[in-house]
């Protein structure tokens, strides 16, 4: 799954903060009572377009009414507790919990951020307004958020930066005519005709079946560990054949 923050290097990101912390900055120079609508205007819209790049990002959002195809087909093959093999992958679970600590410590970080930014704020907004030059103004403030954005652009986001595991191994899942569906904390999914041409890599010793889609580019492999690891092929090449007959029948 995709992260939800949208990419800070994407030159069109860049350009609407760019633009944003202009037209603020103006707005505090020049409009200081306009501030909180300016502020207002500016968060339905950043939510808006945050929105549009995770939703074309994500395939759990952007595929969604494939989703729903695999869920409500015909279950071939279930696991309803593959917890006990995925917790006996020592590999897998050291680097589930790398993953776990990056991302904890990301987010503390970035409260420690937030709180330090209102901090500095406070002091930065009682020089500007004291000034009665309304251009000195504007230039304290750009300076201001121009230091924010490079240090967030150049330094924080590069060090704790949200991180996903390439790998999602669901402690539950099906196996329908249509996909693979998984939940139990990581509802991952893929459809049929992704199958098609995915790579299989199997560990017998450690009992998964990892399946690599790289035809979809999904930012994820899902494992799927099983009890009967041939019961669980054979069920996913039955999926491979249900697929390549509809797509025969309705080409």
Not at 89 to 104: H, L, R, S, T, V
Not at 174 to 186: A, F, H, N, P
Not at 209 to 219: F, G, R
């Amino acid at each position: 799954m995709s992260s939800a923050t949208p990419n800070p290097y994407n030159w069109k990101f860049a350009l609407i903060s760019q633009t944003y912390l202009i037209v603020i900055s103006i707005i505090l120079g020049f409009y200081p009572k306009y501030f909180l609508e300016a502020f207002i205007s500016y968060f339905i819209i950043i939510m808006a377009i945050t929105f549009s790049m995770t939703y074309k990002s994500n395939p759990m959002l952007r595929d969604r009414k494939l989703m729903m195809e695999v869920a409500n087909s015909g279950t071939l093959y279930e696991e309803k507790n593959a917890n006990d093999l995925v917790m006996k992958d020592e590999e897998y679970q050291k680097e589930y919990m790398q993953f776990a600590k990056k991302n904890m410590t990301m987010l503390f970080s970035y409260l420690i951020y937030i709180v330090v930014l209102f901090f500095v704020y406070s002091y930065v907004s009682k020089f500007a307004t004291s000034q009665t030059d309304p251009y000195y103004r504007l230039a304290v403030y750009l300076v201001y958020f121009e230091i924010i954005y490079l240090f967030g652009f150049f330094v924080y986001r590069r060090l704790f930066k949200p991180s996903m595991m390439s790998t999602m191994a669901p402690l539950s899942y099906k196996v329908t005519e249509k996909g693979v569906i998984g939940s139990g904390g990581m509802s991952v999914f893929l459809h049929a005709k992704h199958l098609l041409n995915s790579n299989f890599v199997v560990n017998r010793e450690k009992k998964y079946v990892e399946i690599d889609s790289t035809e979809a580019k999904y930012p994820y492999k899902i494992r799927l560990y099983a009890k009967d690891i041939d019961k669980l092929l054979d069920m996913l090449e039955r999926v491979k054949r249900l697929e390549l007959k509809r797509q025969s029948q309705t080409g």
